[in-house]
């Protein structure tokens, strides 16, 4: 019996050290150790080894690992060869600051599935004996990360391998440099989970775009894209049908035809209503799409799919609308960019009082600009309402127009910077703005916003607020706030949120954005019309009050 019980123990024991491990397993675990040790390992970090080519190495050896054993066999040696690592004094100081940790998870070392004891504690050491100061891989302007010396493969596919090391170069920029990390719909872990059987599969270019364009979109960040003429061409199309319309109630709403080289007459008219696009109705066509277009909530998507409804690469595109309440199917033709006639736009005033009585100012945020800001306030500063619209992108005008408009220095936001010494941690400042001022602006400050309303423009925004007499009128905000990080993946340009930007008590605007005091959006009936509803409704709070 005794002898049966030890053959027992035994069989379990080989079991155990013989534990297989799967082809997605050995490829997450590897993405985790070859961006850690890119990071973190000292000699790696400062860039003694050529980081690409050992990747594809150990994508070879692991064609030979089949179980736990072999796999950490395999992590054991290459951490050794990489060279003794020094104990670091300095890394276990305390620094001077407030630290966001809602992003910082290395508890993957530690995961007895698929490491050793022997490789977490290797792991571990090297964690608390990292890079400090300069890094090859990246560098710094002020608190902005950059990334360098990475090498470009090109955007054409070429091998398993290389696309394999596309995904784990910008799977790890996220896990180590993304402030929003952990507010994205699925986990970061799971993401990558997902996508290696995904970048397994591809076999060609546009494949390629395709899958990389779905990796971005997981970030949730309306400051991520992917620049891609292959997928532009092939999946939004070149042709356009020659009409402007705007967005409302989820149908697009016709407001201008343009002419054609050809004089050829279009068969939509100005207030045409469009639900219908290809058998798609437009929200359909917003999830088509969505699949590659990154954004931060639902308006952003619609805001980022809004210019691509009416493309396509066939000679014309059935729609089905309503006009004068009547319901219609046509089929309307299309023509490439070149050979439709668009006017020059008008660019809005940057300010003009607009009633009679000059009682209330209007700044176009879009078109105003620093050296614009102390005439327009001397012009406008007897009003009694200035409304600022801020549904565009603001000139860098937020610190003059503090200072003008502000009782009082405050605190409006807070950012969270990279902490280079220690990454994927990111550490607190909060922001002042404005000066004590006697003489601030004692009239009524309102801020038309939108999805249009992003990043620098929501700082702005979160700056009016700090006036005693603030509102805000519109639609949520873009939900994207913080300086932007530019790269290259798979040669082709992208980008994601670099900064974290919270309110002063911490509340999050990331996905959320700022929230208007008055809730309003326009309307298919609004549009028809040719009306400003939100800037009618700020008219309206500015008499009435409410």
């Known amino acids: 019996m005794r002898s049966i019980s030890v053959f027992i123990l035994l069989l379990l024991s080989i079991t155990f050290s013989a534990q297989t491990i799967s082809e997605i397993q050995k490829l997450e675990s590897l993405c985790k150790v070859w961006g850690f040790l890119k990071y973190y390992h000292p000699h790696v970090a400062k860039g003694s080894f050529n980081w690409d080519q050992q990747l594809f190495q150990k994508m070879d050896e692991l064609e030979n690992v089949h179980d736990k054993a072999q796999l ?93 090391l596309e995904l784990f170069r910008y799977w790890n920029y996220v896990e180590y440099f993304f402030p929003y990390k952990y507010e994205t719909d699925q986990s970061w872990n799971e993401v990558l989970k997902e996508m290696i059987p995904k970048f397994i599969q591809v076999n060609n270019d546009e494949q390629y775009h395709l899958t990389l364009a779905e990796l971005v979109t997981k970030v949730d960040d309306s400051h991520a894209f992917l620049f891609s003429p292959l997928i532009s061409l092939n999946q939004y199309g070149r042709r356009r049908i020659p009409v402007e319309y705007e967005y409302a109630e989820g149908k697009l709403v016709v407001t201008k035809i343009n002419s054609n080289k050809f004089n050829e007459v279009c068969l939509l008219k100005p207030g045409d209503v469009i639900y219908d696009i ?92 620093r050296k614009d800001i102390n005439e327009m306030y001397d012009a406008l500063k007897t009003t009694e309402s200035i409304i600022f619209d801020l549904r565009n992108y603001p000139k860098q005008t937020i610190l003059p127009l503090s200072k003008l408009l502000l009782p009082k220095s405050s605190v409006y936001y807070q950012f969270n910077f990279p902490e280079t010494n220690y990454l994927s941690k990111f550490y607190s400042r909060k922001n002042s703005i404005g000066k ?111």
């Open 72 to 164: 950490n066999e395999l992590y054991s040696q290459w951490i050794d060869n990489l060279g003794k690592v020094e104990i670091c004094a300095k890394c276990k100081e305390q620094e001077d600051k407030i630290y966001f940790l809602k992003n910082f998870d290395l508890r993957w070392i530690q995961d007895s599935v698929i490491f050793s004891e022997n490789v977490s504690r290797k792991l571990d050491y090297i964690q608390n004996n990292r890079n400090l100061g300069s890094h090859h891989y990246f560098g710094t302007g002020g608190r902005k990360v950059f990334f360098r010396n990475e090498n470009s493969y090109g955007s054409k596919f070429t091998s398993k391998q290389i696309s394999l």
């Open 278 to 369: 290809n058998g798609k109705t437009i929200p359909q066509v917003v999830n088509a799409f969505g699949k590659y277009i990154p954004a931060s909530n639902s308006w952003g998507k619609i805001k980022k799919v809004k210019n691509l409804f009416l493309f396509s690469n066939n000679d014309s595109i059935d729609i089905k609308l309503e006009r004068n309440g009547q319901n219609m199917a046509i089929t309307i033709k299309t023509y490439l960019p070149g050979d439709i006639n668009y006017e020059k736009p008008v660019m809005p005033e940057k300010w003009k009082f607009i009633d009679m009585d000059k009682k209330i100012g209007y700044v176009h945020m879009g078109t105003i600009e």
């Open 436 to 546: 004590n001022n006697p003489d601030y602006y004692k009239g009524n400050i309102i801020v038309l916003v939108d999805e249009n309303t992003q990043s620098q423009a929501e700082t702005t925004a979160m700056m009016f607020k700090q006036h005693p007499k603030a509102k805000l009128i519109g639609s949520h905000t873009s939900g994207a706030n913080g300086d932007i990080i530019r790269f290259k993946i798979a040669g082709l340009d992208t980008s994601f949120t670099g900064h974290g930007a919270y309110y002063p008590d911490q509340r999050e605007t990331q996905r959320v954005g700022i929230i208007p005091d008055i809730l309003i959006k326009p309307t298919i009936k609004g549009i028809k019309e040719g009306k400003d509803e939100v800037l009618e409704r700020a008219l309206e709070y500015i008499k009435t009050g409410l």
